[in-house]
């Protein structure tokens, strides 16, 4: 997926699913999707991760740290790639194969570094640390596309949103009965 189509479809969507570490991947996803959240990213650090990239289309994958987890999330069929921070031998092998990556951030000097290696929009990493405020004052001077991940939840969503991220990334707490239907009200 090119970073045109994939900033289109977060803008849309508001909401990405982390599954990091699920047993059950497939059940998983399927009530995720069943709520409504169709952007779900498995990171490579699951037991199965590319398999079920692989039977699962439309996937992201994530902790892609090293150019050869790029190489291996492209050949199972993931849209787009996100790591935790920006690793540049990551990005240039993303561009390379032509697959969005979104690298984490924090720093206004880490957020720009990202911007200017021709990401496709920033995962701002840990959000909670500094929280919705923290969003605003750093778009202030900064026109990115923010992707808030690390302690976002069906409560603060809707505040990240509101703060001006054009997405915000939930954990496996979509997994707890009725979050993600609490989530995905809260981010309409």
Not at 11 to 38: F, K, N, Q, T
Not at 168 to 180: I, K, N, P, Q, Y
């Amino acid at each position: 997926m090119t970073s045109a189509a994939l900033l289109k479809r977060l803008r849309a969507e508001r909401v990405v699913a982390i599954l990091r570490r699920v047993e059950d991947l497939d059940g998983a996803i399927e009530r995720i999707r069943a709520a409504g959240v169709s952007l779900i990213e498995i990171t490579l650090d699951s037991p199965g991760a590319l398999e079920a990239i692989a039977r699962h289309p439309g996937s992201l994958a994530g902790t892609v740290l090293r150019p050869g987890d790029v190489e291996a999330a492209h050949a199972a069929g993931a849209i787009a790639v996100v790591s935790p921070a920006f690793v540049p031998d990551v990005a240039e092998r993303a561009r390379a194969l032509g697959i969005a990556h979104i690298p984490g951030a924090l720093t206004p000097s880490e957020v720009v570094r990202a911007m200017r290696a021709g990401v496709a929009a920033v995962k701002l990493f840990p959000a909670a640390l500094g929280g919705p405020d923290y969003v605003r004052q750093l778009l202030g001077p900064l026109d990115v596309p923010l992707l808030a991940t690390g302690g976002v939840d069906a409560a603060n969503a809707r505040s990240f949103l509101d703060a001006g991220a054009i997405a915000v990334g939930l954990g496996t707490s979509l997994l707890r009965d009725g979050e993600a239907e609490r989530a995905m009200a809260a981010c309409r």
